[in-house]
T-cell receptor
Framework: KNEVEQSPQNLTAQEGEFITINCSYS?????LHWLQQHPGGGIVSLFM???GKKKHGRLIATINIQEKHSSLHITASHPRDSAVYIC????????????FGKGTKLSVKP | NAGVMQNPRHLVRRRGQEARLRCSPM?????VYWYRQLPEEGLKFMVY????????ESGMPKERFSAEFPKEGPSILRIQQVVRGDSAAYFC?????????????????FGEGSRLTVL
């Protein structure tokens, strides 16, 4: 079993839909990252959080440390949100020594 | 303010050759991280460097791979005697020095990646 599991693996949505991507982990963590990998391959950091909730524009990330679970929500989804969303955790290692999920491939149809 | 710059974006090598991948961190960042993404697989941490120091190389293969971040110039990931299994996308990320207050959010800034193909 992978230490970081994401669900779903693939997600297709209609423009405007509310989207939720889940991340569960089995190790103790000090931080959790949500990343976005564009179709061209580049990676953008969306959030880093260790507790609670963060919001940036239409994106919201939450984490429940007790349940070892995080969610990434996208409100009013748009085709430009189509990308792979990756959850990664820092677990006892050095800064940047992250354990990555396999990613959730999101496709938003117009 | 330029972001993390990686070059080359694409590199083709024959088996047995050497591959050198370069990463210039964002201005003001002194921490550099390298990650590998094999085809159809997730990202894997390789190495964490600060200027002239390797801090954590627990993810680096023991043979043929090395990394450096000299006092001047970019960080370099070097792969000697490449094999087909080295074909992957190699990403670099950087972050500011720790203890810099508001600048030090723990956020990582990624480059566009270097895609290595070994023939």
């Amino acid at each position: 079993k992978n230490e970081v599991e994401q669900s779903p693996q693939n997600l297709t949505a209609q423009e405007g839909e509310f989207i939720t991507i889940n991340c569960s982990y089995s190790v103790g963590i000090s931080a959790l990252h949500w990343l976005q990998q564009h179709p061209g391959g580049g990676i953008v950091s969306l959030f880093m959080l260790s507790s609670g909730k963060k919001k940036h524009g239409r994106l919201i990330a939450t984490i429940n440390i007790q349940e070892k679970h995080s969610s990434l929500h996208i409100t009013a989804s748009h085709p430009r949100d189509s990308a792979v969303y990756i959850c990664a955790v820092r677990s006892g290692g050095s800064q940047g020594n992250l354990i990555f999920g396999k990613g959730t491939k999101l496709s938003v149809k117009p | 303010n330029a972001g993390v710059m990686q070059n080359p974006r694409h590199l083709v090598r024959r088996r047995g050759q050497e591959a050198r991948l370069r990463c210039s961190p964002m201005k003001g960042h002194s921490h550099v991280y390298w990650y590998r993404q094999l085809p159809e697989e997730g990202l894997k941490f390789m190495v964490y460097l600060q200027k002239e120091n390797i801090i954590d190389e627990s993810g680096m293969p023991k043979e043929r791979f090395s990394a450096e971040f000299p006092k001047e110039g970019p960080s370099i990931l070097r792969i000697q005697q490449v094999v087909r299994g080295d074909s992957a996308a190699y990403f670099c990320a950087s972050s500011p020095p720790t203890g810099t207050g508001l600048l030090d959010t723990g956020e990582l800034f990624f480059g566009e990646g270097s895609r290595l193909t070994v023939l």
